[in-house]
């Protein structure tokens, strides 16, 4: 008599390490930690303190509600590392003139310097990560990531 074969599950078919977004995650997570590693050394920053001076270099005056949603990190840790950044006089808060509950958030003159100074460091090590890929394939996956960013908006 011959057995009857069961019909797989998705659980029997998810195979975590072909699993695209865990892909994405590890890779991810190894490139920031081998670009915090840098510069966690010569400027004392986690990686979100970072992420927080890059957004601010580029968009200063936002919230720390709006650096959250810029950089889709976890409020709580924006909120932590804004608390760092501003102790350590890298960031300035300020009351928000209509909203006293809200702090407008910049760069003081240390966080620009800082900013200045690990700019080449984050692009040079995205450089030396695409010296994988040929030109027209760093081409092809800039395109292939923006459909993936927003398709994944309506996940």
């Known amino acids: 008599m011959a057995s009857a074969k069961r019909k797989p599950t998705p659980a029997d078919l998810l195979v975590l390490e072909d699993f695209l977004p865990y ?12 670009i915090a590693a840098r510069y966690a050394e010569t400027f004392g920053l986690t ?14 005056g936002l919230t720390a509600k709006e650096v959250a949603e810029a950089t889709e990190m ?3 840790a ?4 804004v608390a760092k950044l501003v102790e350590s006089k890298r960031v300035a808060a300020r009351a928000d003139r209509d909203d006293a509950r809200r702090q407008i958030l910049s760069l003081t003159a240390q966080g620009e310097d800082v900013h200045s100074r690990i700019a080449p460091i984050a692009l040079e090590s995205e450089q030396r990560l695409l010296t994988a890929l040929n030109a027209r394939e760093r081409e092809q996956f800039g395109a292939l990531l923006d459909r993936l960013l927003n398709t994944a908006k309506t996940l």
């Open 47 to 60: 990686i979100p303190e970072w992420r927080i001076i890059a957004v601010l270099g580029r968009r200063p």
């Open 74 to 76: 976890d409020k709580v």
């Open 78 to 81: 924006v909120s932590r590392a």
């Open 23 to 34: 892909r994405l995650s590890i890779l991810s997570n190894r490139v920031s930690r081998a």
